[in-house]
């Protein structure tokens, strides 16, 4: 054998060692994947639902006032019966200017868009 076969051998030798070494170890690792890939769907409660109806009611009602150009005196009367029939809070983004629903604790619920 010659120096550039031996050479040839052991630069394969080491590629394959190489490859040996760095292959992922087993199937418990890929076996975690699959079950969080495969899982059942989160699921949501009624509360949150219907919290979630609530706040599109509260849009839909701030909204259509404002188009049809009522006073702050009788939005801010509609915002507060709509806290307290739905729990909901309705007010303008001041980031965007568009209504946003939140919960009483201050998380949104939900957020007008632009279509």
Do not use: C, H
Request: charged share 35%; hydrophobic share 35%.
């Amino acid at each position: 054998m010659d120096k550039n076969t031996k050479t040839l051998f052991i630069t394969l030798g080491g590629a394959l060692l190489l490859i040996w070494l760095l292959r992922p170890k087993s199937d418990k690792s890929k076996k975690g994947l699959l079950d969080a890939k495969y899982s059942e769907p989160k699921q949501v409660s009624d509360s949150q639902i219907k919290q979630k109806e609530n706040a599109v009611i509260g849009l839909q009602a701030m909204r259509e006032a404002i188009d049809s150009k009522e006073s702050k005196k009788e939005l801010d009367k509609l915002s507060s019966m709509i806290s307290q029939d739905y729990g909901v809070k309705v007010m303008i983004s001041k980031k965007t200017g568009l209504l946003r629903a939140m919960s009483k604790d201050g998380k949104v619920i939900s957020e007008e868009t632009i279509d």
